[in-house]
């Protein structure tokens, strides 16, 4: 896909990686124009795009993704070249509370982005898949894109009916979709439900961390920089109808997270709580990243323990940010920061 010029519809582009995506590309393409597309449900989060805000060649709608009549009113007047799919419900937990939601968002959802994609005759339909596709490992193997889709939680057979379905547009109607299946992220403007923010923000207040039945799970951790910059090349250079793992390779039980926290806090164990375990809990998550590597030489570049350290710094030198998340306040950017100037 030729890069000079191109306009970008990002869906989910005020959520953690989102943000982080667009700040990225908006960085890095300097000929680019991004289109945020986002509903603002309690993941997503005006401030993490406020250095961007002002930017001309940035600009946000909200809007539901289920919503097919807004859809499409935007893709018709935005005229898009790409988009990337990252809205979504992500929390494996609160989908186990309430699966009718993430179904909604995440299957028909998809549905109404990918029509919309194939109406407007996009060049690249890129959709954010996870990990948490192929279920859970035992103590060896790696998921390679060939293995079997077995997911185990509704989060996660959501975020597979939404991948295959981005596959079935491809065959069936010849949308150039691509997607990726990516390890866990960690860093900066992650929403604190995730165990990294969540356990930073606790034990920044003195308060034990609960970590779920033995602490043994692990899951592969890669800097959130690392899978924007896998984003841009895969949109780039990938070739349609195929699928990209990404990982950080860089396996980590929960216990030995929690306990890289607690030093980087200064705190000791007695900070650590063992709390019943997450239902259905996957064991393991190890991702095989050669199609990517030798593909499109896409491999991840920032260190874990740099990363994790920059990022413990960086919610520790922004807790306004996460106080406003606590106190419902960001959830009223939108109407202080959109609605009031365009009243004005
Ligand atoms: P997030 O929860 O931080 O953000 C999700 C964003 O989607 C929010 O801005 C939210 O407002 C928006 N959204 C939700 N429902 C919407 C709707 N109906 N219409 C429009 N916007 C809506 O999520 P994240 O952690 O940034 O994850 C982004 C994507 O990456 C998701 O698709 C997720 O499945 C995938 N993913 C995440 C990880 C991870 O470790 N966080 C790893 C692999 C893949
Ligand atoms: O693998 C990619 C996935 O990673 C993404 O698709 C999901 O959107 C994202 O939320 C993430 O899912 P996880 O369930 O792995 O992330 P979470 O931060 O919720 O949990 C990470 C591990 O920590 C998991 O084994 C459960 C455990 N945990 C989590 C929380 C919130 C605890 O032990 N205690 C906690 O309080």
């Known amino acids: 896909m030729g890069a000079d010029g191109l306009k970008l519809l990002v869906a989910g582009g005020a959520g953690f990686i989102g943000s982080n995506f667009i700040r990225h590309i908006l960085k890095s393409r300097p000929a680019w124009q991004v289109v945020n597309v986002d509903k603002l449900t309690y993941a997503g989060n005006l401030a993490n795009l406020k250095e961007v805000s002002e930017d001309p060649r940035y600009r946000f709608h909200r809007a539901d993704i289920c919503d097919a009549e807004a859809i499409a009113g935007i893709f018709s007047k935005e005229k898009p070249d790409a988009v990337v799919n990252f809205a979504a ?13 993430f179904l909604r968002t995440n299957i028909l959802g998809t549905q109404v982005l990918l029509d919309a994609a194939r109406r407007s005759g996009v060049s690249r339909y890129l ?13 060896a193997g790696k998921f390679s894109e060939d293995s079997p889709l077995k997911p185990n939680s509704p989060y996660a057979a959501s975020k597979t009916s939404a991948d295959l379905l981005a596959r079935a547009y491809f065959k069936t109607y010849g949308l150039p979709v691509l997607i990726t299946r990516c390890s866990n992220n960690y860093g900066p ?3 604190p439900e995730k165990i990294i923010p969540f356990f930073v923000t606790l034990l920044r207040e003195g308060k034990a961390v609960p970590v779920y039945g033995d602490g043994k799970n692990v899951r592969d951790w890669i800097h959130v920089d690392d899978h924007s910059r896998a984003v841009e090349a895969v949109l780039l250079r990938g070739r349609p109808g195929e699928v990209y793992n990404v990982g950080g390779g860089n396996e980590r039980t929960n216990i030995e997270i929690t306990k890289m926290l607690l030093s980087a806090m200064g705190k000791d164990t007695s900070h650590m709580k063992f709390v019943p375990d997450r239902p ?7 991702i095989d990243d050669t199609r990517i590597r030798t593909e499109l030489c896409v491999a991840p570049q920032v260190p874990f323990e740099r990363g994790l350290a920059d990022t413990v710094r960086w ?15 960001y959830q009223s950017f939108y109407d202080r920061w959109y609605v009031r100037k365009a009243r004005a």
């Open 189 to 191: 403007y992650q929403f």
């Open 280 to 286: 259905g809990h996957d064991r393991r998550y190890a």
């Open 127 to 139: 959709q954010i898949s996870t990990d948490e596709v192929y279920g859970s490992l035992g103590p």
């Open 315 to 329: 919610y520790l030198s922004n807790e306004p940010w996460w106080r406003a998340v606590q106190s419902g306040e």
């Open 89 to 101: 419900e992500t929390h494996v937990d609160r989908s186990i509370d309430d699966p009718g939601l």
